[in-house]
């Protein structure tokens, strides 16, 4: 372990939401804890007793779509069975002194997103990845046309018990939500805000330092280097439409987002083409992922532009993007009193790692 990944002990703003703080603390990496095991995960191709394995579709609810078609299915789409939200409420909202509701209304599917059983993302072919966020789109199209109460649709997986998956057959899920939940508004003020102040997107803006930008920091008094930052430090992966950033201020230590290098505001648009080149950096950055910290449990999530009209003004400010968030630890009682995630690990010394990761080995 470096001197610096040693004594890093400071607070970084996030520059998408500046309200949101990270504490870097590496020093905390070093306590006295029991070293765990990575938690095993079910490689099996096909289980039984599993609902969601090809043949057991009778265990399920019924298909709403399949891909490439039912009876031979890649990707199979069916209602969930405990709904965070439900399609036929009947109740409204409702205001009692301070107290307010809002009718739990919704869809709430599930995309069983490979016919194998314990698959792992990196394990996929960039074609059926390419596909899954395919399905996607089709489900938040479909979603979105279908009533106008729906003011926001998240796609999101949860991969591992630590993660909240329940079942371990590979498979994400889409939200269809009558409220713009408070992370996304928060993203959609203060990056109009950005642009209103500097006429450029803030998300185009980090990549565009990502990719170019270097300096390096001393000390007034010592004259001591206090901090170098090098081009490319932060990229993860990159082609020629993608690229995986570690965040400055990373909320968890191994965590990358994903962003399209051309500005776009809604996920929706985004073509076939680019939608196979982005599976090709999320398979190798899942890739590293796993080579470097092992049997990864985490929550990936797609944040795009609500196709709501409050928001139009938002299509050039905003840019959508996938946030992949392994979790190795789980939140203190400071950081849920708090607020404030601490995070283990500098993010340059994670993103050396994950960069130093031969995929020719491995993929």
């Keep these: 372990m470096s001197d610096n990944e040693k004594t890093t002990r400071e607070i970084r703003i996030d520059p998408i939401v500046p309200t949101s703080s990270?504490?870097?603390?590496?020093?905390?990496?070093?306590?006295?804890?029991?070293e765990e095991a990575p938690a095993p995960r079910d490689t099996r191709k096909h289980v039984d007793t599993c609902p969601f394995c090809r043949g057991n579709e009778d265990k399920t609810p019924p298909t709403i779509a399949s891909y490439p078609e039912e009876k031979q299915w890649d990707i199979r789409v069916?209602?969930?069975?405990?709904?965070?939200?439900?399609?036929?409420?009947?109740?409204?909202?409702?205001?009692?002194?301070?107290?307010?509701t809002i009718e739990g209304y919704g869809r709430h599917e599930v995309i069983i997103d490979h016919p194998s059983h314990g698959i792992a993302i990196h394990e996929m072919s960039t074609e059926h990845l390419a596909m899954i966020f395919k399905c996607y789109q089709?489900?938040?199209?479909?979603?979105?046309?279908?009533?106008?109460?729906?003011?926001?649709?998240?796609?999101f997986k949860n991969f591992g018990p630590a993660a909240g998956a329940s079942i371990p057959h590979t498979h994400s899920q889409i939200i269809a939500m009558p409220v713009v939940p408070e992370n996304l508004f928060n993203e959609l003020e203060n990056s109009h805000q950005y642009f209103e102040k500097h006429h450029k997107c803030v998300f185009c803006s980090l990549i565009d330092e990502a990719l170019t930008y270097e300096a390096t920091i001393y000390d007034r008094e010592s004259g001591e280097v206090r901090r170098k930052i090098n081009v490319g430090q932060y990229v993860i992966e990159k082609n020629e439409h993608f690229v995986a950033i570690k965040p400055f201020a990373s909320r968890y230590e191994w965590e990358i987002h994903i962003l399209p290098l051309e500005h776009q505001a809604d996920y929706l648009l985004t073509n076939e083409e680019k939608l196979q080149s982005f599976a090709e950096v999320l398979k190798n950055s899942m890739a590293r992922l796993d080579q470097v910290?092992?049997?990864?449990?985490?929550?990936?999530?797609?944040?795009?532009?609500?196709h709501s009209k409050e928001f139009n003004n938002c299509s050039k400010s905003y840019h959508w993007h996938l946030e992949i968030c392994p979790r190795t630890s789980i939140p203190s009682g400071f950081e849920l009193g708090s607020g404030l995630f601490v995070n283990t690990i500098s993010p340059e010394d994670a993103a050396e790692k994950l960069r130093s990761v031969d995929l020719s080995d491995i993929l």
């Design 78 to 100: 069916v209602a969930n069975l405990y709904p965070v939200l439900g399609e036929n409420g009947s109740q409204d909202n409702m205001n009692f002194g301070l107290q307010q």
């Design 138 to 155: 089709d489900r938040m199209r479909e979603l979105y046309t279908s009533d106008e109460r729906l003011k926001y649709i998240l796609a």
């Design 22 to 34: 990270v504490l870097v603390a590496t020093a905390r990496g070093m306590r006295p804890r029991k």
């Design 293 to 306: 910290i092992g049997g990864a449990q985490y929550n990936y999530f797609l944040h795009s532009i609500p």
